[in-house]
C-alpha cells in the first residue's frame, strides 16, 4: 500500500499517492480483512483547515470518530466501506482495535529504536504506523492488551514508568492515509504485505519496545 520507512528498507517516509481514502479503506477491508469506519474530516474555513468535529481545540483534527457509536459502525465488509466512503470521501480512516488486531502505542524516538533492536533480532512484525502526534502503533494479535502490564513486570519495568500503551477493545487507531489537520498525514513505519498477514504476538515484541520505552524516559 506504501513502502516502508527508516529503521527497516528506506531512507525516509514516502506519501502514499494515486489513492483516495475510498479506495485505501476498501482495501483494508478486503485485502487485510481489517474492520473500518470512517471518522471525521477536514474542512477550510477561511483558508483555515479545521476539524468536522467545530472544536477549535481539537487535538486530533480530521483523524478521530465523528459519533459516539462509532464501535458498532465499523465493517469487514468492502462493499458497505465503499458505500460509508461514497457518503464522506474525505472522512479519516480508523480501524478499531481489540478485533482483528491490537496496537501498542510508544512515543516515536523509542518506536524507532524498538525497530532498529527487532531488525537486530530478526523479529517478524506486522505493521507498524506512524502518526504526526510523534506517535507509533504496532500491531499485535488481539487479546494483547490483557498480556502487557504483567509482561511489562515480568521484565522489571512497572507499568505506569513506562509511555508504552496496549490499544485493545474500544480504543481505535487512524490508518494512512488520514491527515491530522496541517500536521501530515498518518504513514506507515512498516507497510502490510503479504510477509506479515499474520501477526506476532505481544510476547514475541514487548521486550525490545519496553527496553526502547525505558531508555527513552
Not at 53 to 75: M, S
Not at 135 to 158: N, Q, Y
Amino acid at each position: 500500500m506504501t513502502e516502508t520507512i527508516p529503521g527497516t528498507e528506506a531512507t525516509q517516509i514516502p506519501q502514499q499517492r494515486g489513492m483516495s481514502l475510498l479506495e485505501t479503506a476498501v482495501r483494508y477491508a478486503e485485502e487485510r480483512h481489517w474492520d473500518v469506519f470512517p471518522g471525521t474530516w477536514l474542512e477550510a474555513t477561511d483558508g483555515v483547515q479545521r476539524c468536522s468535529c467545530e472544536d477549535p481545540a481539537c487535538a486530533a483534527p480530521g483523524a478521530h470518530p465523528a459519533r459516539e457509536d462509532w464501535a458498532t459502525q465499523a465493517t469487514g465488509s468492502a462493499t458497505v466501506a465503499r458505500r460509508m466512503w461514497q457518503k464522506q470521501p474525505t472522512a479519516s480512516i480508523l480501524l478499531p482495535t481489540g478485533r482483528t488486531f491490537d496496537a501498542i502505542d510508544v512515543p516515536e524516538s523509542a518506536g524507532f529504536l524498538a525497530l532498529a533492536r527487532m531488525e537486530r533480532m530478526e523479529l517478524t512484525l506486522g505493521p507498524v504506523t506512524l502518526a504526526p502526534d510523534r506517535r507509533m502503533r504496532f500491531f499485535v494479535l488481539p487479546g494483547a492488551a490483557a498480556k502487557v502490564p504483567e509482561l511489562v513486570r515480568k521484565l522489571g519495568w512497572s507499568p505506569r514508568l513506562l509511555d508504552l500503551t496496549a490499544l485493545g477493545e474500544g480504543a481505535y487507531v487512524a490508518a494512512p492515509p488520514t491527515r491530522y489537520g496541517t500536521r501530515g498525514a498518518v504513514q506507515w513505519a512498516c507497510r502490510p504485505t503479504p510477509a506479515n498477514r499474520w501477526l506476532p504476538d505481544v510476547e514475541e515484541l514487548i521486550s525490545p519496545l519496553a527496553y526502547a520505552c525505558g531508555r527513552d524516559r
